[in-house]
């Protein structure tokens, strides 16, 4: 679900489509539960299943890959998990600055999924000066006075924003002057950005409000049904129907 522009056309320059990069990740997950379980082959319908992506599909994005399986085989587990990494840009180390270091932010430094997946907390950055030198996470946290430096200094073009939604643009603004080129938002504000910066935005009261919005809608049909409107079973083909593929992912283009 598009919440604003996504600075990237529709197709990238390798001519996979966006809608397959967005999948890619989820390839990724279930291929690397199989790996760590030393699978050597997967079915594309099992790995599907995995994914939470419709078989058609999952074949078609492998075709952008140049990835076909073996007939009554399947694909090479551990070789997909090297080509979607190196497709995905993760066969290299990305070091990241997350910018606000309260709950969120001091949770997502102690997340250990980023460093496992290419993600290398570079430093940690707050406003508030109580908070310099303090360790999270193992890392010293730095004052925003020094952020340009900071990012200068490690060569990073990814940051994280996890402050205040106030305070959230002004942070953008600066660690893009300052060279970072994708950041993703977890502040509950529209980030306005030049050409050429990413921004994915993560909000899981939109989440909610999403389920929210389901539940309210499976109670009308239950209701319906026991008045002897659309039958119950009826109502959940239409959900199966819709499939995995319809969920809305927690991290969207901004
Ligand atoms: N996306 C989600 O699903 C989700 C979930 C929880 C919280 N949030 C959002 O994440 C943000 C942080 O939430 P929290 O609970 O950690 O808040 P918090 O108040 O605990 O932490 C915010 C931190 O940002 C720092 N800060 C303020 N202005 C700053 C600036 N200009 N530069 C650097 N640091 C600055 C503060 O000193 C503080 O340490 C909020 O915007 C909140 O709405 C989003």
Redesign the pocket.
């Not at 910018?99 to 932010?105: A, S, T, W, Y």
């Not at 950055?125 to 508030?128: E, S």
């Given at each position: 679900m598009a919440t604003g522009r996504t600075h990237r056309p529709a197709t990238r320059s390798r001519g996979i489509p966006e809608a397959t990069v967005a999948r890619l990740p989820l390839y990724l997950r279930a291929l690397t539960a199989l790996s760590e379980r030393s699978v050597p082959t997967v079915s594309s319908e099992e790995l599907a299943a995995a994914a939470g992506v419709n078989s058609a599909k999952l074949r078609k994005d492998f075709s952008y890959l140049g990835s076909y399986g073996t007939r009554g085989v399947g694909y090479d587990v551990e070789y997909l998990v090297y080509q979607i990494s190196r497709e995905l840009g993760l066969t290299q180390d990305w070091p990241v600055v997350i910018?606000?270091?309260?709950?969120?932010?001091a949770a997502l430094a102690n997340y250990g999924g980023f460093a496992s997946r290419g993600f290398r907390v570079a430093a940690l950055?707050?406003?508030?000066p109580a908070?310099a030198g303090k360790p999270v996470a193992g890392i010293p946290v730095q004052h925003?006075d020094d952020l340009e430096k900071i990012i200068q200094d490690n060569g990073v073009s990814i940051g994280v924003i996890?402050?205040?939604?106030g305070?959230?643009q002004?942070?953008c603004e600066r660690l893009v002057a300052a060279g970072v080129t994708s950041i993703l938002n977890?502040?509950?504000t529209v980030l306005s950005v030049p050409d050429g910066v990413d921004v994915r935005k993560?909000?899981?009261?939109i989440e909610l409000q999403i389920l929210a919005f389901h539940e309210q809608r499976k109670a009308g049909e239950v209701a319906a049904a026991s008045d002897g409107g659309v039958p119950a079973a009826a109502a959940r083909n239409e959900s199966a129907d819709q499939g995995p593929d319809g969920d809305m992912p927690a991290v969207m283009p901004a």
């Open positions: 910018v606000g270091i309260g709950n969120l932010g950055i707050d406003a508030d908070m925003s996890a402050t205040p939604a305070a959230a002004a942070v977890f502040a509950p993560v909000d899981l009261s």
